[in-house]
């Protein structure tokens, strides 16, 4: 859906044009309105928008003024004048300032809905080749930046694109977006239209891990400043939930922009760490000694005694404090130290509490810790982690093992389908007979008495809180054989479903 802006100073007149026709239907949306241009060119130098509707005559500045500032900024967009006048002169400046046409007011639907429409297919085949350019582009710098082509070659690829090459000294910003919140190309595209006016001259890279690399030109300054980095920060936490800046250093020289490149991909990885309420990073903010956190020192005693203890908010409590200490003496070794250290505590734990814990949970644990990206995302992980394992060692505890943990949760998830002690004990690889006598023993009751137990509590809800007939709620239980299922509820409750569903 393209955006649209519609000024005139006569508010009847632009109310009038945002509901004459249905905009949606040809591919617009009236994103913003404003009673004169200067009005109109603030509000367009915040948001980007792809056609403007402007009256001619305006306090303050007037149409054509308007379109001329915007264009001297740089702000590409289709342009349709509005007046109430047959003017040549201004007619003639239009048509030299590149409008798609002149309006004569009182505008006529069918000559809007025209012009609209011609519009629409410019701006779509202007799209169509700039995303190719751009793509084509883009790859070629990413590929340059990662060292897989020479500067020679990138040049020879960039003047194909009309770009004579890189301005120097430049400054790299890197932003990266976790998978979390992976973004489409059209909305990247939007945020690169909208941070060239934010950064002018500045070249934008999108790659193909969905992250926005920024080229800054620094022609009279050092580096960027704090002044520009927090008016990124502020207009993109408009835009977007979750989000991390990458600063890198001043290049003076074209040959160190690969290596700083991945010197900044490295150091974007201290999001892993990083609290919520912080997205900049940058070496210089966190990055005071070279020197690791001690990791060995750490003693994973006080976790193993509070999760033996089944005192799982305790267990949260010294990983947290572990994690504050990874945080305090952060480098950029850091998210690796804190991954190793995840993954000894891991072996840690599995040897001590391997009677206990299924093997699924600490595969599933590392994989997770493995992929997890920000601070926020692997204190999840943790914690969850911490409580299926006071979970399952509570439920020990209590008697119950985890074979039989599994198989009651199985049985909880799958009740609906076929099931028998011969199939789980083959899934769950274990002897039958074994299973049988130890579910005997813990549970106090047999497979198929829990399991037809359950199934019939389920279906007197199901009868309870639904119209369906009897023989239907069987079925939705596990039992495919309706006669049986009468057998059983009868069995179980005292009654046949149809005599038990009046009495509730």
């Known amino acids: 859906m393209y955006k649209?802006?519609?000024?005139?100073d006569e508010p009847l007149i632009m109310e009038g044009l945002s509901s004459l026709i249905d905009w949606k239907a040809y591919g617009f949306e009236v994103a913003g309105t404003a009673q004169d241009g200067r009005e109109a060119f603030t509000s367009l130098s915040q948001q980007a928008c792809d056609l403007l509707i402007t009256d001619i005559r305006m306090p303050e500045?007037?149409?054509?003024?308007?379109?001329?500032?915007?264009?001297?900024?740089g702000m590409r967009m289709k342009f349709i004048v509005l007046s109430g006048y047959q003017e040549f002169p201004l007619i003639k400046k239009g048509l030299q300032l590149g409008i798609e046409n002149y309006l004569l007011k009182p505008v006529r639907e069918q000559e809007l809905i025209e012009t609209i429409k011609n519009v629409r297919e410019k701006i779509d085949r202007a799209y169509i080749n700039d995303t190719t350019s751009n793509i084509l582009r883009d790859n070629a710098i990413w590929r340059w930046l990662n060292g897989n082509m020479s500067y020679t070659d990138l040049k020879e690829r960039l003047s194909l694109y009309g770009i004579k090459g890189l301005p120097l000294p430049l400054q790299l910003v890197l932003l990266n977006f976790p998978k979390t919140d992976r973004l489409s190309n059209e909305t990247l595209r939007i945020i690169q239209q909208d941070m060239e006016r934010l950064m002018p001259g500045a070249d934008m890279v999108i790659t193909p891990e969905q992250e926005l690399v920024v080229l800054f030109p620094l022609e009279r300054s050092s580096e960027i400043s704090w002044q520009?980095?927090?008016?990124?920060?502020?207009?993109?936490?408009?835009?977007?939930?979750?989000?991390?800046?990458?600063?890198?250093?001043?290049?003076?020289?074209?040959?160190?922009?690969?290596?700083?490149?991945?010197?900044?991909?490295?150091?974007?990885?201290l999001k892993l760490l990083l609290p919520k309420e912080k997205h900049i990073?940058?070496?210089q903010l966190f990055i005071h000694s070279n020197e690791q956190m001690a990791v060995e020192n750490l003693s994973k005693?006080?976790?193993?005694?509070?999760?033996?203890?089944?005192?799982?908010?305790k267990a949260k409590a010294w990983l947290?404090?572990?994690?504050?200490?990874?945080?305090?003496?952060?480098?950029?070794?850091?998210?690796?130290?804190?991954?190793?250290?995840?993954?000894?505590?891991?072996?840690?734990?599995?040897?001590?509490?391997?009677?206990?814990?299924?093997?699924?949970?600490?595969?599933?644990?590392?994989?997770?810790?493995?992929?997890?990206?920000?601070?926020?995302e692997m204190q999840k992980i943790l914690s969850h982690f911490i409580d299926q394992l006071g979970d399952f060692i509570t439920k020990w505890n209590q008697g119950v093992s985890p074979i039989i943990q599994s198989i009651l949760k199985y049985i909880e998830n799958n009740y609906q389908e076929e099931m028998s002690l011969k199939t789980l004990s083959y899934q769950f690889h274990?002897?039958?007979?074994?299973?049988?006598?130890?579910?005997?023993?813990?549970?106090?009751?047999?497979?198929?008495h829990y399991l037809n137990e359950y199934r019939i509590e389920k279906a007197k809800e199901i009868l309870k809180n639904s119209h369906l007939k009897a023989g239907t709620v069987g079925k939705k239980v596990g039992y495919t054989d309706a006669a049986?299922?009468?057998?059983?509820?009868?069995?179980?409750?005292?009654?046949t479903p149809s005599e038990w569903r009046p009495t509730i």
């Open 430 to 448: 274990v002897n039958n007979i074994y299973l049988g006598q130890l579910f005997q023993h813990e549970v106090g009751k047999s497979f198929s």
């Open 228 to 269: 520009q980095l927090n008016t990124l920060e502020d207009y993109l936490i408009g835009k977007l939930d979750d989000f991390y800046i990458t600063l890198g250093h001043p290049i003076h020289h074209l040959n160190e922009l690969p290596s700083e490149f991945n010197n900044m991909k490295q150091l974007s990885k």
């Open 301 to 313: 005693q006080p976790l193993i005694k509070s999760l033996s203890e089944g005192n799982v908010d």
């Open 484 to 495: 049986y299922f009468y057998k059983q509820f009868k069995k179980y409750v005292g009654s």
């Open 4 to 8: 649209l802006f519609i000024v005139d």
């Open 320 to 376: 947290s404090e572990v994690y504050q200490q990874f945080w305090e003496n952060i480098t950029k070794e850091s998210p690796t130290e804190l991954r190793a250290f995840l993954y000894e505590l891991t072996i840690e734990l599995k040897q001590k509490f391997h009677l206990y814990v299924e093997e699924q949970v600490y595969t599933d644990f590392l994989h997770q810790v493995s992929n997890a990206e920000t601070r926020e």
């Open 281 to 283: 990073i940058a070496e």
């Open 61 to 73: 500045m007037d149409g054509l003024q308007l379109i001329e500032k915007l264009k001297q900024s």
